[in-house]
């Protein structure tokens, strides 16, 4: 039976991007609005699923002096049906998207999860492994990206959440939110939320001051 | 030679591969404690994109473009949406040549940066070099300036922030901000910086 955890753990507790660094690479970049966030999460959740299945299932017969060359090329093939089926029906946010559909496959979530866990899991918790993962990576994008559409445009999926001053309102859009920099400062912040919340994540620091006891008391 | 100049410029500083474009970011972020290892790391980055987007330029132009193979009488074939595999197995094959390479002649510096060697060859910003090469359709001059002016603006960008981290390891930050959270927002500040490269005129 398949352990629940196995699902949620990476969601919160295990975050592949707030934890462990992985994948933030092609992802910044995308969010600017929660549309073009949420169609990355998609793609890459689906692409994760995929290639962990059929990793999962090809791992006794990968000679490991090869696997990762074989891991990289289920990836990036994944990645072009998925990158070419955006461009047959979305085809304005796959011109959006550029080229950072086909930098999934270069992504550390995807290669990180296939190498450290489908790689010696059955086909079934592997997949789940790999849903919980591009679930806890969607959940960093759609939060990003729905912070930067709202303040910097005032809008959510393009529909009017703060009326802005050219409209008449109150609302004066944030330009900075629009910018590279906004992506990093937010994210940070992310991390620091979670980390106060979920206090083993906290990095020890080499150097850091500790409370040493006073002699004689 | 003044376009390529300012091309230069621009792949190295107002195009920032990490910072303004936020590719390589896994790296960049994870082999930025300190500073010996980040210039290690910035010089791989700028030996392996200067030989690959040439390269990469070279096998689109010839065999993977649309129209390459009106030679062989193919006018229609339009391989371009392979390129995404040939340029990961042209990385791939780069990166293990120049370590053979230099195992071979320079195995001194191979213990200082052998390691991060093998990670370049799944490294979003060599890859995305190689990419926004083929979309934005330079010649072979302009993809060879391109390939090392993004190596050198990601060299400058990672050593930078080492330094900084370096200065910053004796810093009695909020607990929740240690290592990854205050690298972040460091990121977001050099990115600031960086941002008003922007507005340079440029010759």
């Known amino acids: 039976m398949l352990p629940w955890s196995t699902v949620t753990d990476p969601i919160l507790r ?85 080229v950072f559909v086909s930098l999934i496959a270069t992504n550390c979530v995807v290669l990180g999860r296939t190498e450290s ?54 609302f004066e859009p944030l330009n900075l939110m629009l910018l590279a920099p906004s992506a990093f400062f937010l994210l940070g912040g992310l991390v620091w939320a979670i980390r106060s919340w979920r206090t083993e994540q906290v990095e020890t620091s080499e150097f850091g001051l500790t409370r040493v006891k006073e002699p004689g008391s | 030679m003044n376009e390529l100049a300012s091309l230069f410029i621009r792949s190295a500083f107002v195009e920032n591969m990490p910072l303004t474009l936020f590719l390589g970011l896994c790296t960049f ?56 595999l040939t340029f990961i197995g042209v990385v791939s094959a780069a990166v293990q040549l120049v370590e053979m390479v230099l195992d071979r002649y320079l195995p001194a510096l191979i213990t200082t940066f052998g390691v991060f060697l093998s990670l370049l060859a799944v490294h979003c910003a060599i890859l995305g070099g190689s990419l926004f090469m083929a979309d934005r359709s330079y010649n072979l001059a302009e993809s060879a300036v391109f ?8 060299a400058v960008a990672v050593i930078m922030l080492s330094a900084i981290r370096r200065r910053l390891v004796y810093a009695d930050l909020p607990a929740g901000l240690q290592g990854l959270g205050i690298a972040f927002i460091l990121t977001g500040m050099m990115s600031l910086g960086f941002s008003t490269f922007a507005q340079m005129a440029l010759p």
């Open chain 1, 14 to 98: 295990q975050n592949p991007v707030t934890l462990q660094i992985l994948g933030i690479c092609s992802a910044l970049a995308v969010t600017t609005t929660l549309a073009a966030a949420a169609t990355m999460a998609a793609a890459l959740t689906v692409v994760i699923v995929c290639a962990a299945a059929i990793i999962s299932l090809l791992r006794n017969h990968l000679p490991s002096s090869i696997r990762l060359i074989m891991q990289i090329i289920i990836v990036a093939s994944l990645v072009i049906v998925v990158d070419q089926l955006l461009q047959a029906y979305f085809y304005e946010m796959s011109q959006r998207l550029s």
């Open chain 1, 117 to 170: 866990f489908a790689l010696h899991n059955r086909p079934l918790p592997a997949m789940a492994d790999a849903l919980g993962n591009g679930l806890g990576y969607s959940l960093v994008l759609i939060i990003l990206g729905s912070l930067r559409e709202l303040f910097g445009r005032g809008t959510l999926l393009g529909y009017e959440v703060l009326r802005t001053v050219e409209q008449g309102g109150w």
């Open chain 2, 29 to 84: 972020l994870a082999l930025s404690r300190r500073p010996g290892t980040a210039v290690g790391l910035g010089i791989a980055v700028i030996a392996v994109m200067g030989v690959t987007v040439p390269v990469n330029h070279l096998l689109y132009q010839f065999v993977l473009a649309p129209g390459a193979w009106t030679w062989a009488g193919l006018p229609d074939l339009d391989l371009s949406y392979l390129r995404l």
């Open chain 2, 147 to 154: 390939g090392l002016g993004s190596g050198t603006g990601f």
